[in-house]
């Protein structure tokens, strides 16, 4: 589903990351802050290249 460099969207606030790692149900983001943090996947979406 999600791969190492996908950028992504935290469904609940619309936040867009970088996932740096993966384990089993969760991703590794680094967010455009650059806080990171481990977050559920189903918490994300792949970020619509369309509003890239």
Do not use: H, N, Y
């Not at 609940?12 to 983001?29: H, L, N, P, S, Y």
Request: glycine share 8%.
């Amino acid at each position: 589903m999600f791969r190492v460099g996908d950028r992504v969207v935290f469904v609940t606030d619309g936040t867009v990351g970088i996932v740096m790692g993966i384990d089993e149900d969760r991703c590794q983001v680094i967010w455009e802050d650059f806080f990171a943090s481990w977050e559920k996947i189903e918490l994300l979406r792949k970020e619509d290249p369309k509003t890239m």
